[in-house]
């Protein structure tokens, strides 16, 4: 009952400037409000500012969420959106969901993090002095969110996916994607046929609510543990096939390219772990007293076993005290009293598999996945 009453006709009328404007202005790419306490702006993306007065817990509100956007945000009506699902890999032809459709279908909620191929792409420049492309986010493109919606192996059995299907390609509704005076047409990026149908969700609800327009709606994929790209927002249409897929988005881009990788790039597909304390960067602390450093550590495989701290450039390091319930990312605590001078902050996680962070991120030219060991700069007076 409580999802008709919140989805109805008369809600869907009471909400109209949510539900049905389908304009956006040409030099706001991003709807919501972005407070520079809270957030920084990269051109058509926001960053969540991990030294906001209005720290976040365990789940992030969507007014906090980090949003990227390769064009600018749609506005869709719920009413006339509609899923196609298409392909040779279907038996009897192609199949379309409506949002009546979604909501009537069996839904499950989960808590996931998702995270930007990119985040921490500016450490290797300021941190181990390499140039990389795109945008230059530090640790806040990532947020973990409670997500509810249908598993996305519901609606491909119902549309009749065949044995034989190798791969599904998921894309947006948002506006396409040009560069360098080249159309790349819509966002899409293919899933393994394995994959979409293990634990990826169709998602119309975050956090309780209707999907924001900023993070996907009417609905997005959630792929847990997979790089930001996979979670395909404004979905629009899936393709099922029995051959391999291919788009910009796995031959171009989000691969791996450099010296020490192929010619023709490593495709990247998980995340790996990554660790941020909360606190400003160069904050400065009163020396000689007591102080709790407040972070939190991730990692694509599914959990954190373990966090350890230095506060003195490496010398030594402390094991750091679990805090809130470990879903989507671990938060955690360490007391320091800090000497007067200038000091370096390093945390470091390791995951359920016993993969750490490393002192330094191989390099790749795009900036992929810095999951090195983050040096963050206070002072104490």
Not at 55 to 83: E, K, M, Y
Not at 171 to 196: C, I, M, Q, S
């Amino acid at each position: 009952m409580r999802r008709r009453a919140l989805f109805g006709p008369a809600a869907v009328a009471a909400t109209d400037p949510l539900w049905t404007r389908t304009a956006f202005a040409a030099d706001n790419a991003i709807v919501k409000p972005l407070p520079p306490e809270n957030f920084t702006v990269l051109g058509t993306n926001a960053e969540m500012r991990w030294d906001s007065p209005e720290p976040v817990g365990d789940i992030v509100p969507a007014s906090r969420f980090f949003v990227h956007n390769h064009t600018a945000t749609p506005r869709l009506d719920a009413r006339t959106w509609r899923l196609s699902i298409v392909g040779d890999g279907l038996r009897g032809g192609p199949d379309t969901v409506t949002y009546d459709d979604l909501l009537r279908l069996p839904s499950q909620t989960r808590v996931e993090a998702i995270e930007c191929a990119g985040n921490g792409r500016a450490f290797f420049t300021s941190q181990q002095g390499q140039a990389v492309e795109g945008t230059a986010w530090r640790l806040g493109g990532i947020g973990v969110a409670r997500w509810r919606g249908v598993p996305l192996s519901v609606l491909l059995h119902r549309a009749g996916i065949t044995r034989d299907a190798v791969d599904v390609l998921p894309e947006g509704l948002d506006d396409d994607y040009v560069t360098g005076g080249v159309n790349l047409g819509r966002v899409r990026r293919p899933l393994p046929v394995h994959k979409a149908l293990d634990d990826v969700l169709v998602a119309y609800e975050m956090n309780g609510e209707p999907l924001p327009p900023d993070h996907g709606f009417p609905a997005r994929l959630v792929v847990p543990g997979w790089i930001g790209i996979a979670n395909i927002k404004w979905l629009g249409r899936i393709e099922v096939s029995r051959s391999p897929l291919r788009s910009p988005w796995n031959t171009e881009y989000y691969r791996l390219y450099g010296p020490d990788h192929p010619a023709d790039g490593q495709l990247i597909t998980r995340q790996n772990t990554k660790s941020a304390f909360e606190l400003p960067w160069g904050a400065t602390l009163e020396a000689g007293r007591d102080h709790v450093l407040r972070g939190r550590s991730w990692s694509g495989t599914g959990g954190v076993s373990r966090v350890e701290v230095s506060t003195d450039d490496g010398r030594t390091w402390r094991r750091a005290s679990f805090v809130g319930s470990g879903r989507g990312w671990q938060r955690w605590t360490v007391r320091w009293r800090p000497g007067p001078g200038e000091h370096v902050l390093l945390a470091r996680a390791v995951d359920r598999h016993g993969v750490g962070q490393p002192e330094a991120e191989p390099y790749n030219t795009q900036g992929y996945l810095f999951g090195a060991v983050v040096r963050h700069p206070v002072s104490a007076w």
